[in-house]
């Protein structure tokens, strides 16, 4: 009798302790889901859920707050999620917060993440609809990711190419390296920009002459007779003569070079990317076009001044002589 | 007591049993008389269907056809509360004693007052198993396990057992089979102390010439399944049959 | 030869369903033997726990060392609680203390009821006025059903101490990290349905133990073979339930 009592006895406690194990056991697991907090349901919209499932997380700034507790469309776009908040964390979550769907890992589950909206707006309640971000798909990003890929790939194909060019064209490798050359360009162009200036200044000198006269400084008697005057006129159109056929063989010389540069496989580019490079050209054929018109112009306005007439028509004759 | 029991009423009437196991015939239409306060021997051979046939009076197995009355109603009538009450009034020791292993004598003597409809006092059930053990003598075993009891104890046990709710019948199976002579003439013995006591009537399946010698009031001989001859024991062990004869020689 | 083979285990099938539908009938009807079922109770659930705990225990710990190496080959360590727990929980644990209880208690109801019914104890008990399937079947039946259950949930819970072991053998795990960690991953429907699933192990290993028992023929020798062809049956079908609950939890997705 009195060992039955005592295998009684060890019976209950080893029923209580397996019933104690159960419910510590169930109790932690559905602590863990939110089952026995205070919770309020909140819901938000998603045109698609990629497999989010009842009981999955949701997180706030990513801690657990819930648990999704229904997922069911609405329209054939629209797909409503309900979720429960620990009501420990709905005074942090406002109205105006965005839910998002998200992935526990790369590859694991499915969850809402909860982001904070900007602005102090009111907490949230149960039963409010919140604003939701659709899901970056994993199968989309990866959609991207293979066209970005295939890209790429076209891109380093192409640049294997160049970088083989570069490796067996030697005439461009040579152009490249050949620092004689690039010397000779770069002297080619200053040159070619002092000419430019000197040109502006010629043709500056010209139009203060051909001003000075228009404005009838000077009398006309000392001009005719001033020999000086005359002979130094002579001289200048001498000198603008050479100038222009300076300039005329640079100018050959430039064009034979751009030719060679064209031919070049696209190393005009190359070259053209040194900017500083660039506006010092822009600025000497600026210069040169300038000059030329200015010349051009005074030229044609001394043919018809006068005090210049009979020079330009003995000039003539001379010419109809030859 | 051994004369005289014609005028007696029957409390076990048997008409026309017949049991078969297969194509076994074991019982083939027996009959068989059992009058108030007489003691009755089943004589025969092993497998010749003793056993059976008190099975069949307890109810433990269904015959196939034929009838058994006992105290005037029919066995194969009975709905199962019927055969309870009936199991009350006749009491059966087992060949094998089939004491419970796990329980201690107490708890044996006290299980047959379990049924629920028996409502009976803490005190009153410790008296009826005090009594029944000091009628088989062993008062001081109250306590013990089966393991513990040598065989005679544990016949004893078992018959203390079957006599605590005092039946008016009691059917032995075997009762001295396994025991050595001297504790088999005391069980017979014990029997026939019983039979006086509470006045019971019994059925003896037995094929032990002592006890049979000592306990029969009647000897039925039980073979090919029918009642092949009946008489005192002094009667049978005179008769000149060669299938009697085999049993006394 | 064959087809009678066959054929005994078809009458051996349909006689087990007969007695489970016996023992829903009977288990069912009122006068219930309260404390032979307690006195059941205590002798399959207590006298079990030494054997369930240690193995429990031991599987928790092998399972965990065993997985650490695969885990770590996918950089996963952090994952091994998680993993164990959830792997323990829904189904090594269920199954190796069915097979123990199967091997423990199977061959002891077979073996208890055999030699009470090659011994007339049965019959006895039937002559005694009290229902010997009611008080042997069911309270075993009921006690093995109600004590599975308890059994595998202890035993869960040293099973995944063995696995906490197991894990700070390579990593420095805290208790209340590892708790942590495979409280986040378990879920009801992970330890639901392997309680479910226990009941009915406990229910076939009580069943079938007792219906070998009961149905024990010749004599002593009858008693062995009861006793080892009910581990042998309560083995195989704990198995065959395995398969059944984990298809139907599967369907009803229960994950």
Not at chain 3, 173 to 183: D, G, K
């Amino acid at each position: 009798m009195k060992e039955q009592t005592a295998n009684k006895a060890k019976l209950g406690a080893f029923v209580l302790i397996a019933t104690i194990c159960l419910i510590t056991g169930l109790y932690y697991i559905g602590s863990k889901k939110n089952i026995f907090h205070s919770t309020i349901t909140v819901s938000t919209v998603f045109n698609n859920v990629a497999g989010l499932m009842q009981g999955n997380n949701v997180r706030f700034n990513g801690i657990n707050v819930g648990t999704v507790s229904e997922v069911y469309s609405i329209s054939d776009t629209s797909i409503k999620v309900e979720f429960t908040i620990g009501e420990a964390s709905t005074p942090f979550i406002s109205k105006n917060a965005i839910a998002s769907i998200g992935t526990d890992g790369l590859l694991g589950n499915k969850l809402i993440n909860i982001t904070p909206g900007e602005g102090i707006v009111m907490q949230v309640k149960e039963g409010d609809e919140l604003r939701s971000v659709n899901p970056i798909q994993i199968d989309n990003a990866l959609r991207t990711l293979t066209l970005t890929n295939d890209n790429l790939q076209v891109i380093s194909e192409n640049l294997k190419d160049v970088s083989e060019q570069f490796s067996s064209n030697n005439s461009l490798w040579k152009l490249l390296t050949d620092t004689a050359v690039a010397g000779n360009v770069r002297s080619a162009f200053v040159n070619f920009k002092i000419t430019g200036e000197n040109t502006a200044i010629l043709t500056g000198d010209l139009s203060k002459i051909a001003k000075d006269i228009k404005a009838g400084k000077g009398s006309i008697g000392t001009l005719l007779t001033d020999t000086i005057l005359a002979g130094k006129l002579n001289q200048t159109i001498i000198n603008v003569h050479s100038v222009s056929d300076s300039l005329a063989f640079i100018s050959g010389n430039f064009s034979s070079f751009s030719r060679k540069l064209n031919n070049d496989n696209g190393a005009i580019a190359t070259l053209l990317t040194d900017t500083l490079f660039v506006n010092d050209l822009n600025k000497s054929l600026q210069n040169i076009k300038d000059g030329a018109g200015g010349f051009n112009q005074n030229m044609e306005a001394l043919k018809y001044s006068w005090p210049f007439k009979k020079y330009f028509r003995k000039q003539k004759n001379q010419d109809h002589k030859k | 007591m051994r004369t005289g029991t014609k005028d007696l009423p029957s409390v076990i009437c048997i008409e026309g049993l017949k049991k078969s196991f297969g194509k076994n015939n074991v019982l083939n239409g027996l009959n068989l008389d059992l009058k108030e306060g007489e003691n009755v021997v089943v004589l025969g051979k092993s497998g010749s269907g003793k056993s059976v046939l008190i099975k069949c009076i307890i109810g433990l197995m269904d015959l196939d056809s034929g009838n058994i009355q006992v105290f005037g109603e029919d066995v194969p009538r009975f709905s199962p509360s019927d055969l309870d009450k009936m199991r009350t009034k006749v009491g059966f020791l087992f060949q094998s004693n089939a004491l419970y292993d796990s329980m201690t004598v107490r708890e044996n003597l006290e299980f047959p007052l379990r049924r629920h409809w028996i409502k009976i006092t803490k005190k009153e059930i410790d008296d009826m198993v005090t009594e029944a053990l000091t009628s088989v003598g062993l008062a001081e075993t109250i306590d013990m396990m089966p393991s513990e009891l040598s065989g005679g104890m544990k016949k004893r046990i078992a018959l203390a057992r079957t006599l605590i709710l005092k039946p008016k019948i009691i059917l032995y199976d075997e009762p001295t089979t396994g025991l050595d002579p001297i504790t088999a003439k005391e069980i017979s013995k014990l029997m026939v102390e019983i039979q006086k006591k509470y006045n019971t009537s019994s059925i003896i399946i037995s094929h032990d010439l002592n006890c049979v010698k000592i306990t029969s009031n009647r000897i039925i001989m039980l073979i090919d399944g029918i009642c092949y001859a009946t008489g005192t024991y002094a009667e049978l062990s005179m008769s000149t049959d060669e299938r009697i004869k085999q049993f006394f020689d | 030869m064959k087809s009678t083979a066959v054929r005994l285990f078809l009458v051996e099938t349909g006689n087990l369903y007969r007695f489970a539908v016996r023992f829903f009938r009977e288990g069912f009807k009122p006068h219930y033997e309260i404390s032979e079922f307690i006195r059941q109770c205590f002798y399959i659930g207590n006298r079990t726990l030494p054997l369930v705990a240690i193995t429990g225990f031991i599987i928790g710990l092998v399972i965990t060392i065993q997985s650490h190496p695969s885990m770590e080959a996918f950089g996963a360590e952090s994952w091994l609680p998680s993993v164990v727990s959830v792997s323990l929980v829904r189904e090594i644990v269920p199954v190796i203390t069915a097979l123990i209880c199967a091997g423990k208690i199977g061959s002891g109801i077979g073996a208890e009821l055999g030699s009470m019914k090659v011994t007339e104890q049965i019959d006895a008990m039937e002559v005694s006025g009290t229902n010997p399937f009611k008080y042997l079947v069911v309270t075993r039946v009921f006690a093995a059903m109600l004590m599975l259950p308890l059994l595998i949930i202890l035993s869960d819970t040293i099973a995944l101490y063995g696995a906490y072991l197991g894990v700070n053998m390579k990593q420095v795990v805290s208790f209340h990290l590892f708790t942590n960690q495979i409280f986040e991953k378990l879920t009801f429907g992970d330890v639901l349905p392997s309680i479910a699933k226990a009941v009915f192990f406990g229910f076939a290993i009580g069943l079938i133990g007792c219906y070998k028992g009961y149905h024990t023929k010749n004599g002593t020798q009858g008693v062995g073979m009861a006793a080892n062809s009910a581990v042998v049956a309560a083995i195989f079908v704990v198995f065959i339930i395995d398969l059944v609950a984990a298809q139907i939890a599967d369907i009803f997705h229960i994950t």
